[in-house]
């Protein structure tokens, strides 16, 4: 079995690379980047001659699919929109199962700040989708799309709790990456980096999609607000979440739901810290004429507050998931409720954010090279992990002390 990480340098794509190498069946993990010099770092930093690094220009589509057609499958861990559909192109073309992380589900791409996303001249960006889905299962190709932490453990644990209904009736996921509690206080927004920022803020700018009383309705990003008590795992904590578009495969995936949205969990003082930003036009993309010279506040904000929310040595993070899943079983109502309170792995330097993005990819990888997944195109992780798949897919969690709890009244 041979993997290849595009994308293998960065934090995300590394931890794939990382639990890949640590399969005995798993013979070769191919890891891409721009850079020679950041790949050999990702190599060393593994410490298995397993990994190969391919320096690839990501424009270099007849480079990439000669690439891809020396492995089995393909993860993508790519930083934002344009590079991650290129990819999944060229994988398509190409004949490569992939599983891709990005929060995007690829028949239905949406319209807002498209970060430079490309597709053939003459189609639409809702045709594109179907055309990739559709060449996908022309050419066998199955493609796992928004695995990881949210998308992917969300989709997964929401997904399992609707199988086991008569009728679901509302999904709700609360998902999030924040720092430890003892060091938010020291980070502007009570915030620390743990992915792409620029990808975090537009989140917190677009619209996105959710169902309410039956119906699909587009709402602005950070809005429905709700605070809550996480009490589990031995935690009391007060944490606060908001809508944004993390989870929009379940809009086309699970339309019969009443209720659905997807929230991101950040420490309470987050969302009136972004409020402020966005109030004074800090989030804005339009260029601002500054003395004659044009300025993107976002990008200078980006510059002035990311040295800000860097974590400081020894500070390490936190990820949290609190779905809630109603509807009714045997004629009586049901809920069930999913939890995780995942932390660092300090002994080996991989932060949370890495485990549970990063895992979730690594084990679906497998389970495609095991052709355990068989569904072909475009399939969200919540119609492909199911029955002994969703059994097996929980078990390599807890081998990888990702604790998801479930509780069900």
Not at 144 to 169: C, H, K, Q, Y
Request: with cysteine.
């Amino acid at each position: 079995m041979k993997a290849l990480v595009f994308g293998g340098s960065g934090k995300i794509g590394s931890a794939v690379a990382w639990d890949l190498a640590k399969d005995k069946d798993v013979k070769a993990i191919g890891i891409t980047g721009r850079r020679k010099n950041a790949l050999e770092e990702t190599k060393r930093w593994i410490g298995s001659e397993k990994i190969i690094p391919h320096v690839l220009d990501v424009n270099d589509r007849d480079a990439a699919i000669k690439l891809m057609k020396q492995y089995d499958v393909g993860c993508i861990a790519m930083p934002d929109r344009r590079t991650s559909y290129r990819m999944v192109h060229f994988a398509i073309e190409a004949g490569l199962n992939i599983v891709d992380m990005l929060e995007e589900y690829h028949r239905r791409p949406d319209a807002y700040e498209t970060e430079g996303l490309e597709f053939p001249e003459g189609m639409t960006l809702d045709g594109y989708g179907d055309w990739l889905h559709e060449t996908a299962i022309k050419n066998g190709v199955t493609f796992v799309d928004g695995m990881g932490f949210a998308p992917g453990l969300s989709n997964v644990t929401v997904g399992e709790a609707i199988r086991t209904m008569d009728t679901a009736e509302s999904a709700i996921a609360r998902v999030g990456g924040i720092p430890a509690k003892e060091y938010a206080q020291k980070h502007p927004l009570r915030y620390m980096i743990t992915w792409a920022f620029e990808h975090v803020l537009r989140e917190y700018m677009i619209k996105l999609k959710v169902i309410k009383d039956g119906k699909v309705i587009e709402v602005p990003a950070t809005g429905d607000r709700e605070t809550f008590q996480f009490n589990k795992f031995g935690k009391n904590e007060e944490l606060q979440c908001a809508v944004t578009p993390g989870m929009p495969s379940f809009i086309f995936s699970r339309p019969e739901l009443k209720e659905f949205a997807e929230k991101t969990v950040r420490w309470p003082g987050h969302w009136p810290g972004v409020d402020t930003l966005r109030e004074c036009g800090l989030l804005d993309i339009e260029p601002h004429d500054f003395k004659g010279t044009k300025i993107v506040p976002r990008e200078l904000l980006l510059s002035l507050i990311t040295p800000r929310l860097q974590p400081f040595e020894g500070e390490t993070d936190v990820c949290v998931m609190y779905n809630t899943t109603t509807g009714v079983r045997n004629g009586k109502k049901v809920k069930i409720e999913h939890f995780m309170w995942d932390k660092a792995d300090e002994v080996n330097g991989i932060s949370s954010m890495m485990r549970v993005t990063g895992y979730p990819v690594a084990i679906t990888a497998k389970l495609l090279m095991e052709g355990l997944i068989e569904e072909k195109g475009i399939v969200p992780p919540e119609d492909c992990i199911k029955g002994k798949v969703y059994d097996r897919f929980m078990e390599e969690l807890i081998k990888r002390n990702i604790d998801i709890l479930e509780v069900s009244e």
